[in-house]
């Protein structure tokens, strides 16, 4: 168990629909990561959020959008799905910004499936 | 953006074998990690290298960090089968230095099956 608890571990819906997956990060840890996970493209990075703001982009598409809440937990919304967007969703977590000695804590995954 | 070439994409041995498997890149790395992950489960650090030239162990692993800093390898002895599961490489490019954890790039993976 990392600590780091994501819900909900799976969810279906239909294309065109809005989804909201959620993250606690360890306790203590004030960096949250959004990495999509897919057959074809591997772990791809989306955003990270330190201490509620938003730090870094990565591949993440104008439909998908994250926060960071005072409490530290976040959300990643995912709008107008498509097929593709079908993947496992990790949040990870990290004590600090840097990488120096910084190590990276992955929850277990959201699964979404769109039909 | 990063790539990653991690090799194998799978392998398949017996139980008690020893496993070798890589990663390599065009660009120079400030730090090399490797993760497994199981079934159902998210990535879980097995080793960090942070030096190049730097050889670590942790039980049954070993992996060492290139001295050209641009390749890891990841080294699996005596083989049991809960060591099934997808192995990643990953790592912090050199012009990342100092900055976010974000530009940790992960390799494909390397599927381990194991033959008890």
């Known amino acids: 168990d990392s600590g780091v608890t994501q819900t909900p571990k799976h969810l279906i819906t239909a294309t065109g629909q809005r989804v909201t997956l959620r993250c606690s990060p360890r306790s203590g840890d004030l960096s949250v990561y959004w990495y999509q996970q897919s057959l074809d493209q591997g772990l791809q990075f989306l955003i990270q959020y330190y201490n509620g703001e938003e730090r870094a982009k990565g591949n993440i598409l104008e439909r998908f959008s994250a926060q960071q809440f005072p409490d530290l937990h976040s959300e990643l919304n995912l709008s107008s799905l498509e097929l593709g967007d079908s993947a496992l969703y990790f949040c990870?977590?990290?004590?600090?910004?840097?990488?120096?000695?910084?190590?990276?804590?992955f929850g277990e995954g959201s699964w979404l499936t769109v039909v | 953006g990063q790539q990653l070439n991690q090799s194998p994409q799978s392998m398949f041995i017996q139980e008690g074998e020893d496993v070798s498997m890589n990663c390599t890149s065009s660009?120079?790395?400030?730090?090399w990690l490797w993760y497994k992950q199981d079934p159902g489960e998210g990535p879980v650090l097995l080793i960090a290298?942070?030096?190049?030239?730097e050889l670590t162990s942790n039980g049954r692993l070993t992996a060492q960090f290139g001295i050209t800093r641009k390749d890891s390898f990841l080294n699996i002895s005596a083989s049991i089968p809960s060591d099934v599961g997808i192995y990643f490489c990953?790592?912090?490019?050199?012009?990342?230095?100092?900055?976010?954890?974000?530009?940790?790039?992960f390799g494909k993976g390397t599927l381990l099956t194991v033959n008890p």
């Open positions: 290298l942070y030096k190049a030239g």
């Open positions: 660009s120079i790395f400030n730090t």
């Open positions: 990953a790592g912090h490019p050199r012009h990342n230095s100092g900055g976010s954890n974000y530009k940790l790039t």
């Open positions: 990870a977590s990290s004590v600090g910004d840097s990488f120096s000695g910084n190590t990276i804590y």
